[in-house]
């Protein structure tokens, strides 16, 4: 008889081995395909694989640690002065460190000029002498009148003071553009003076002689003038590359590029200080625009802007239309503004009413600081127009751009054929030398000029802040953590001044400027120059 296998015994038996066992031939193919494909490591692969990705810690950056370059007389300086720390550089040693950069074709048109920052004796100087757009860095320029006017410490007042009728009361616009919509800060300078505290102050005072029902004006007769220039163009304000021209507004609606301020920081800030005294319990009537009491024969300025060339702004920012201003006021678009009459008041008109209360800014000196650190065209002209009106010059732009340079040549600067309409830097009729600019920047570290001292302090650092956070980070990394400098960008006019500590820890001063070459090109060359400064001894 046939014998038979038992089921459930060898048979299946032999075909899990054999499941197994293709399993394996199965595994080995497959890695043989990636292999094959250089998806995985192993002898048939023919590409390596890509780096691992990296890791959340990275390497420390390190920059050059050198002290600031300041003297005993200057203003709170960060680290003890330079002065005769090292041999000075030589003229020779300077021209042959810039040879290549002088070279470069996008500095074929340029003005370069370089001093010794100590001393002030000029070691290169490359069409110094000839009259360019200067862009933003006119704001060195217009620091140097500001600091001739405002006292080292002097700071802004806002004031509201009672009107005609104890049911009135007056908000004095006393130019401080950078009121905190909350509670003041004292350790900034944006938002130094708070309009909470401000209200707080006024409603205490009318509850205690009963009135909980008023009349709310605003004084805006303290250097008065147009909110725009004619020779910008028509898209600065609405784009942001600007804001409006005002003597009182909040720290939160600074312009930025892409985020407009509002076309009229007044009637915001009034309406923000209304809310504030009715969340105090005060009813608030807001008055029309016009006549404040107790201040007569002068009448409100309507905001207006005006139009101008159609350009590329300083700093490089594209301009665009459609913006409007905060709590529903509007730019009266050609509207002409109203310039204040000369005169020579030290602080704004505070009317017979008594005070009421009252906020103060942070130093003019840091608001400036703060301006050559952002490139903020509108605060630089709202300090300036501050400035020529209490020293009985015009408040229109072209006005005060004629001041600055008479407080520049007062200075005993030499200011033949300079030209400025504007304070900012963004208008492209301003007209100055490169030998200028560095005349300014000497002139400020000799330590004699503390408003203007504290306001190169606040210039960009290469690599770090302001308008200087994203250069010299790459080829240029000798400049980096060392270079203070303004930059100026317009269309086809680029420029770029201040100051470096060199690898022998002596002070230089230099200035750039740059027509014809796109921003692109114009900035890699201005890096280079100053990087080629930094790394050299130069002796």
Same mark, same amino acid.
């Given at each position: 008889?046939?014998?038979? *296998?038992?089921?459930?015994?060898?048979?299946?038996?032999?075909?899990?081995?054999?499941?197994?066992?293709?399993?394996?031939?199965?595994?080995?193919?497959?890695?043989?395909?990636?292999?094959?494909?250089?998806?995985?490591?192993?002898?048939?692969?023919?590409?390596?694989?890509? /780096?691992?990705?990296?890791?959340? =810690?990275?390497? !420390?950056?390190?920059? /050059?640690?050198?002290?600031?370059?300041?003297?005993?007389?200057?203003?709170?300086?960060?680290?003890?002065?330079?002065?005769?720390? *090292?041999?000075?550089?030589?003229?020779?040693?300077?021209?042959?460190?810039?040879?290549?950069?002088?070279?470069?074709?996008?500095?074929?048109?340029? #003005?370069?000029?370089?001093?010794?920052?100590?001393?002030?004796?000029?070691?290169?100087?490359?069409?110094?002498?000839?009259?360019?757009?200067?862009?933003?860095? !006119?704001?060195?320029?217009? &620091?140097?009148?500001?600091?001739?006017?405002?006292?080292?410490?002097?700071?802004?007042?806002?004031?509201?003071?009672?009107?005609? =009728?104890?049911?009135?009361?007056?908000?004095?616009?006393?130019?401080?553009?950078?009121?905190?919509?909350?509670?003041?800060?004292?350790?900034?300078?944006?938002?130094?003076?708070?309009?909470?505290?401000?209200?707080?102050?006024?409603?205490?005072?009318?509850?205690?002689?009963?009135?909980?029902?008023?009349?709310?004006?605003?004084?805006?007769?303290?250097?008065?003038?147009?909110?725009?220039?004619?020779?910008?163009?028509?898209?600065?304000?609405?784009?942001?590359?600007?804001?409006?021209?005002?003597?009182?507004?909040?720290?939160?609606?600074?312009?930025?590029?892409? #985020?407009?301020? /509002?076309?009229?920081?007044?009637?915001?800030?009034?309406? #923000?200080? #209304?809310?504030?005294?009715?969340? %105090?319990?005060?009813?608030?009537?807001?008055?029309?625009? +016009?006549?404040?009491?107790?201040?007569?024969?002068?009448?409100?300025?309507?905001?207006?802007?005006?139009?101008?060339?159609?350009?590329?702004?300083?700093?490089?920012?594209?301009?665009?239309? +459609?913006?409007?201003?905060?709590?529903?006021?509007?730019?009266?678009?050609?509207?002409?503004?109203?310039?204040?009459?000369?005169? !020579?008041?030290? &602080?704004?008109?505070?009317?017979?009413?008594?005070?009421?209360? @009252?906020?103060?800014?942070?130093?003019?000196?840091?608001?400036?600081?703060?301006?050559?650190?952002?490139?903020?065209?509108?605060?630089?002209?709202?300090?300036?127009?501050?400035? &020529?009106?209490? @020293?009985?010059?015009?408040?229109?732009?072209?006005?005060?751009?004629?001041?600055?340079?008479?407080?520049?040549?007062?200075?005993?600067?030499?200011? !033949?054929?300079?030209?400025?309409?504007?304070?900012?830097?963004?208008? %492209?009729?301003?007209?100055?030398?490169?030998?200028?600019?560095?005349?300014?920047?000497?002139?400020?570290?000799?330590?004699?000029?503390?408003?203007?001292?504290?306001?190169?302090?606040?210039?960009?650092?290469?690599?770090?802040?302001?308008?200087?956070?994203?250069?010299? *980070?790459?080829?240029?990394?000798?400049?980096?953590?060392?270079?203070?400098?303004?930059?100026?960008?317009?269309?086809?006019?680029?420029?770029?001044?201040? @100051?470096?500590?060199?690898?022998?820890? %002596?002070?230089?001063?230099?200035?750039?400027?740059?027509?014809?070459? +796109? *921003?692109?090109?114009?900035?890699?060359?201005?890096?280079?120059?100053?990087?080629?400064?930094?790394?050299?001894?130069?002796?």
């Amino acid at each position: 008889m046939a014998h038979e *296998t038992q089921p459930g015994r060898r048979g299946p038996r032999l075909t899990y081995g054999m499941a197994a066992a293709w399993s394996v031939v199965a595994i080995l193919l497959g890695y043989a395909v990636l292999d094959v494909a250089d998806a995985a490591p192993g002898a048939l692969t023919v590409q390596p694989l890509p /780096p691992p990705p990296p890791t959340e =810690t990275v390497a !420390t950056r390190t920059l /050059p640690s050198v002290p600031q370059p300041t003297l005993s007389t200057s203003v709170a300086p960060p680290l003890p002065s330079l002065a005769g720390d *090292t041999a000075a550089p030589t003229a020779a040693g300077i021209e042959q460190a810039l040879a290549s950069v002088r070279a470069l074709p996008a500095l074929r048109d340029s #003005a370069l000029v370089v001093r010794d920052g100590q001393t002030g004796e000029v070691l290169l100087d490359q069409g110094g002498d000839e009259l360019r757009i200067p862009a933003s860095t !006119t704001k060195l320029l217009s &620091a140097a009148a500001i600091g001739q006017t405002f006292a080292p410490d002097e700071t802004l007042r806002t004031v509201v003071r009672e009107g005609d =009728t104890p049911d009135e009361i007056v908000l004095v616009a006393g130019g401080d553009s950078l009121l905190g919509p909350g509670k003041g800060d004292p350790d900034a300078v944006a938002g130094r003076a708070g309009l909470r505290d401000l209200a707080e102050q006024v409603a205490t005072a009318l509850k205690a002689r009963g009135t909980t029902d008023v009349t709310l004006y605003v004084d805006e007769t303290y250097a008065a003038g147009p909110t725009t220039a004619p020779t910008w163009a028509s898209t600065f304000r609405s784009s942001g590359i600007t804001g409006a021209v005002a003597m009182l507004g909040l720290s939160t609606q600074r312009a930025r590029g892409g #985020a407009p301020g /509002p076309a009229d920081p007044v009637a915001s800030t009034r309406a #923000a200080f #209304a809310r504030q005294l009715e969340a %105090r319990g005060v009813d608030v009537t807001l008055a029309a625009r +016009g006549q404040a009491p107790g201040v007569p024969g002068s009448p409100m300025p309507t905001p207006g802007t005006t139009g101008g060339p159609s350009a590329t702004s300083s700093e490089g920012a594209t301009a665009s239309d +459609g913006a409007t201003a905060s709590d529903g006021a509007t730019a009266a678009d050609g509207a002409p503004s109203p310039t204040a009459a000369t005169g !020579t008041p030290t &602080a704004p008109a505070s009317g017979p009413g008594s005070v009421l209360g @009252s906020v103060e800014s942070a130093p003019v000196r840091e608001q400036l600081a703060l301006a050559l650190t952002d490139s903020d065209n509108a605060l630089t002209e709202i300090l300036a127009r501050q400035a &020529a009106y209490r @020293s009985g010059a015009g408040t229109d732009f072209a006005g005060v751009g004629a001041w600055v340079v008479s407080q520049v040549a007062a200075l005993g600067l030499d200011t !033949t054929g300079v030209t400025l309409s504007d304070a900012s830097g963004l208008s %492209r009729e301003n007209r100055v030398r490169a030998s200028l600019l560095s005349d300014v920047l000497v002139l400020g570290y000799d330590g004699k000029h503390a408003v203007l001292r504290r306001a190169l302090d606040g210039l960009p650092i290469g690599g770090l802040t302001g308008t200087l956070a994203d250069r010299f *980070t790459g080829a240029q990394h000798d400049a980096a953590g060392r270079a203070r400098a303004k930059t100026g960008t317009l269309t086809g006019a680029n420029a770029l001044a201040g @100051s470096v500590v060199d690898d022998d820890g %002596r002070l230089l001063v230099f200035v750039g400027m740059v027509a014809g070459v +796109g *921003t692109n090109d114009a900035r890699a060359a201005l890096d280079r120059f100053v990087a080629a400064i930094a790394s050299c001894g130069c002796r």
